[in-house]
C-alpha cells in the first residue's frame, strides 16, 4: 500500500502541539506534499504519555494503518515502537529515541519500558524505519538512541548538534518524508 498519511505524536508535555517545537511547521509542509494528509492532535494524557491511552488513541483517533507514517518525537518515538510491535504501519520516522525509562518516574508510569523491546515485531509490522538522533542530547544517552538504531536496523541520521530535537523547523524529517512517498 502506498504512503497516503503521516501522524505526528509529540513528546511528552508537550502542551499545545501546533505551537511546540517543530510538530506545527513540520505538520504544514506535509500537508503541502501532494497524495498526503498529516495529523497533528494534542494526545490525551500528554504529561504522563501512558502507553494504555495513547496507544488506543493513535489506534481509534489517529487512525494509524498500513498507509500511514508515524513520526514520533521522544515518548512520541517510544509510542511509535510500541505501536508497531502490534500494528502493521507503513514507517516509523523516530525522533530522540531511547530505551529505558532512563530512572525517571515520570517515564516509567508511561509503561513503554516495563517489558523488553521486540525489534524482530516491529521490523515485520513496518516497511521502512527512520531515526534521526544527536549525540549532544542533553536527555538522552548516545548509547541509548544506538541501540534503538542497532534493534530496528534504522536509517540512522547521526548528528552532533541538535540536542533533543526542540528547534521549530526540521528540513531533514521533510526530506525523508519526500522519499517515502516515493517508496512502495
Sequence with gaps: MPLRKAVIVPGNGAGDVEHCNWYGWVHKQINKIPGLSCQLKNMPDPVTARESIWL????????CDEETVI???SSGAAAAMRYAET?????IILVGAYTSDLGDENERESGYF???????KIRANVKHIVQFGSTDDPF?????QQEVADGLKADLHKYTDRGHFQNTHFPELID???KLTKAD
Design 71 to 73: 513520526i514520533g518525537h
Design 114 to 120: 516495563s517489558r523488553p523491546w521486540e525489534w524482530n
Design 56 to 63: 488506543p488513541f493513535m489506534e481509534k483517533d489517529l487512525l
Design 140 to 144: 538522552l544517552p548516545w548509547g541509548e
Design 87 to 91: 500494528h502493521r504501519v507503513f514507517g
Design 176 to 178: 525523508s518524508v519526500q
